[in-house]
């Protein structure tokens, strides 16, 4: 039987050699302007090496109010590209694609100053008071989001996702739970996604190459969204021109989430085959069995693989033995959505 994890994976102008993605993963290693340093090239340079097919870089600012750290990545400057394009290079030269997300951590920026989102509503006690945004503010970000994109084209990535998760900017937007608004985006969840189709739209004016966006496919929490939400969105996203949904969830509100293997895999599987529409899935995937597991059975296209490849840059080929030594079945699971 052809092991589909590694099968190669055309996704428009884009040939990953394999199914396997290096999950994007903030690293706090950016100097304080945001600039990759030699760190940086160090750490994404041995997972091309070890095997993974794309490699996503972290969460990358597209404005300094935007970041979740002050030692994030940035892309909100010109002076960026020089130091992104090293990084892309290293990442070819050693046989991965390269891809970036690009982000706005909102109410959960953890900085100095103000901080901004879509109501006046902080994510726990302590958090700061956010602005609430005015209308001027919203444009402001959705051109910051453009113009990142166009920096990473300049930077030379393959792939582009915008990060629509885990209770920051976009997904504050999405959520009822964040956003209050009376305006255009709120009330409704199609004034809810609004903004999110702006920033595609704006975007897609730089950028015609693969677009990916991580979206949080459950609040965990009654009055939030669930994957049913999710499976609109997503054929939203698909109407919009988005190439692949990876699908994590949560973080919106602070919760108590119930993990175990794969506790994500059922939502990337309902937004597929509902909505009909390329997905990855992340989250507690350990083995190369299980990601075969995943792939055999039409439950996603690309598996993201974060902290075993922080564990094991190599985790690639220690799949690739497992399932020299074992043939995966296709399994029987509920669909529980
Ligand atoms: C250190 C660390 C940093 C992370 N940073 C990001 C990030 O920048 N963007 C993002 O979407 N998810 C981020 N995540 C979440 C991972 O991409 C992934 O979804 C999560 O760790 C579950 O996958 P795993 O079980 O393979 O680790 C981060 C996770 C870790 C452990």
């Excluded at 090239?41 to 091309?48: D, I, N, Q, T």
């Excluded at 300094?64 to 990084?87: A, F, V, Y």
């Excluded at 015609?208 to 969204?225: I, M, T």
């Excluded at 699908?247 to 597929?272: R, T």
Aim: glycine share 8%; with cysteine.
């Amino acid at each position: 039987m052809e092991r589909k994890l590694f099968s190669p994976y055309t996704i428009k102008n884009v040939e990953l050699k394999n199914r396997i993605v290096m999950s994007p993963m903030c690293m706090y290693s950016s100097n304080e302007h945001g600039e990759v340093t030699d760190w940086h090239k160090v750490h994404y340079a041995s997972r091309a090496i070890g095997g993974t097919a794309l490699i996503m870089v972290e969460a990358t600012a597209v404005t300094p109010q935007g970041r979740i750290s002050e030692r994030d990545l940035g892309i909100w400057n010109d002076r960026h590209i020089e130091g992104l394009k090293q990084l892309t290079s290293l990442i070819h030269e050693h046989g991965a694609k390269a891809a970036i997300q690009i982000a706005h951590a909102g109410r959960k920026a953890n900085i100095s100053g103000e901080v901004i989102a879509p109501s006046s509503i902080p994510f726990n006690e302590k958090s700061k008071v956010p602005q609430e945004m005015t209308e001027a503010q919203i444009e402001e970000t959705i051109t910051a989001f453009r113009d990142a994109a166009q920096r990473a084209k300049v930077s030379g990535f393959d792939i582009i996702e915008l990060h629509g998760a885990h209770g920051y900017l976009i997904n504050e937007f999405l959520s009822p739970l964040s956003n209050r608004r009376n305006d255009k985006y709120g009330g409704t969840l199609e004034n809810h996604y609004r903004f999110l189709k702006e920033i595609i739209a704006a975007v897609k004016t730089v950028w015609d190459g693969p677009l990916f966006v991580r979206v949080s496919a459950n609040d965990y929490h009654p009055e939030g969204l669930s994957v049913h939400d999710y499976i609109q969105i997503a054929s939203w996203l698909k109407q919009d021109g988005t190439d692949l949904i990876d699908v994590s969830s949560g973080a919106v509100v602070p919760a108590a989430i119930h993990v175990y293997p794969g506790y994500q895999v059922p939502f990337s599987d309902a937004i597929k085959n509902e909505a009909d529409i390329a997905t990855g899935a992340v989250g507690l995937i350990t083995s190369g069995i299980q990601a075969e597991e995943i792939l055999q059975n039409g439950r996603a296209d690309l598996i993201f693989i974060a902290r075993e490849l922080l564990r094991n840059p190599y985790w690639p080929r220690q799949a690739a033995q497992e399932l020299r030594t074992s043939i995966p079945s296709p399994v029987q699971y509920e669909r529980g959505w």
